[in-house]
Structures are given as structure tokens and as C-alpha cells.
């Protein structure tokens, strides 16, 4: 709440800036979205579906993302 206060017009700037990009960063989301999807005959494992995936959660989730979830369920399937 401190942080909201002491950094409140920075916070608004940054609003401000998402409200008006929002058009284009939802464009931007959807057009990923659409591409491993595109296609339903390409396997789920091809490269190029699982470039598209990894590029998806990274943009998403930050670096290493896709990585680490990965991991989370390939463990979850061996228990």
C-alpha cells in the first residue's frame, strides 16, 4: 500500500500506457494464441509446435518459464 502511494503517478503513467496499447497487446496475444492452434494436424510434439508453445508461456510467464513448467509436468507424470 506504501508502495502504491509513494509511486502512485508512476503507477498511472504506466496505466495509461497499457489502456492505450491494449488493442495491440491483445492482438499480439491472440495471434500467438492462434498459431500452435492453426493447424491441428501438425503432432504436439513437432518442433515447430513446441517453439510456438515455448515462445507463448516465455512472453507470458518471463524467461524460463516454459522450461520449468516442462519439468513441473514431466515430474507430475512420473508420480
Known amino acids: 500500500m506504501k508502495y502504491n502511494l509513494k509511486h502512485f503517478s508512476e503507477l498511472m503513467e504506466q496505466a495509461d ?4 496499447n491494449k488493442d ?3 492482438k499480439e496475444s491472440d495471434d500467438l494464441q ?3 492452434t492453426s493447424d491441428l494436424t501438425r503432432s504436439p510434439s513437432s518442433e515447430e509446435v513446441q517453439e510456438i508453445v ?8 518471463g524467461n524460463g518459464a516454459s522450461e520449468f ?5 514431466l ?5
Open 34 to 36: 492462434f498459431r500452435p
Open 24 to 26: 495491440e497487446l491483445l
Open 17 to 20: 500506457a497499457l489502456a492505450k
Open 54 to 61: 515455448h515462445e507463448i508461456y516465455d512472453k507470458k510467464f
Open 75 to 79: 515430474a507430475w507424470r512420473e508420480q
Open 69 to 73: 513448467t516442462a519439468c513441473c509436468f
